[in-house]
């Protein structure tokens, strides 16, 4: 089946430390983008990719870095300098015709 | 790109009630996209419609556009336990998302 995959699906991280949360996508997407999301808010964009080699930053990117090496993959590295890394984190990627979004289940980080 | 803004913001009803929830922007699109937020998953596309088109169905869902008020309405009739979720509009390119509808459906 088509799709976008996230893992992992529940991840614990100490302060300090940079966790790299996966994505891939087997549509043949150009673009991929990485959203966060609290408890009872919309979703912010984190980063976003148009093509492979290129990324641009999103409204809240501080604190996080992205990589997209190959078409299919878009990880997010959640790094120390992220003051409140405890959310959701959500990843998706645009059906270029329609423009509708399929979005992966999604990884929940906390910060212990 | 441009935000959707979602209203109400929380819903609570009966079921068997219809839901209406309501999203306006700010700028003339091309399309407008539903998408519907179970409780800790991703947002799963419902429905798009284009700006030529003033009303369209799926099954329960009926979405109206009025380009003239830059506002859409998501209508879900008959509502069932099962429809509890945050909805979510998204104009034009819709890569931008508000707070959502928090819809909850009391059996």
């Known amino acids: 089946d088509g799709g976008i995959t996230q893992s992992p699906k529940y991840l614990f991280r100490k302060e300090g430390q940079n966790v790299t949360l996966s994505c891939e996508q087997n549509?043949?997407?150009?673009?991929m983008y990485w959203y966060r999301q609290d408890p009872g808010q919309g979703l912010r964009l984190i980063y976003y990719s148009q093509i492979v080699n290129d990324f641009q930053k999103g409204d809240i990117a501080e604190g996080y870095s992205v990589s997209r090496e190959k078409k299919e993959s878009f990880p997010l590295t959640v790094t120390s300098a992220q003051k409140n890394p405890t959310a959701f984190y959500l990843c998706?990627?645009?059906?270029?015709?329609?423009?509708?979004?399929?979005f992966g289940e999604g990884s929940r980080l906390t910060v212990l | 790109s441009q935000q959707g803004e979602e209203d109400p913001q929380a819903l609570s009803i009966q079921e068997g009630e219809n839901a209406t929830m309501n999203c306006s922007y700010k700028?003339?699109?091309?399309?407008l996209q539903w998408y519907r937020q179970n409780s800790g998953r991703g947002l799963v596309h419902l429905i798009l419609i284009r700006s030529n088109e003033r009303e369209k169905h799926s099954g329960r869902l009926r979405v109206t556009l009025d380009t003239s008020k830059k506002s859409s309405s998501l209508l879900i009739t008959a509502s069932r336990a099962a429809d509890t979720a945050s909805y979510f509009c998204?104009?034009?390119?819709?890569?931008?998302f508000g707070p959502g509808t928090s819809l909850s459906v009391i059996p």
């Open positions: 700028t003339s699109i091309n399309n």
């Open positions: 998706a990627t645009p059906d270029w015709y329609t423009g509708e979004l399929f």
């Open positions: 549509l043949n997407h150009d673009a």
């Open positions: 998204a104009p034009g390119c819709g890569v931008i």
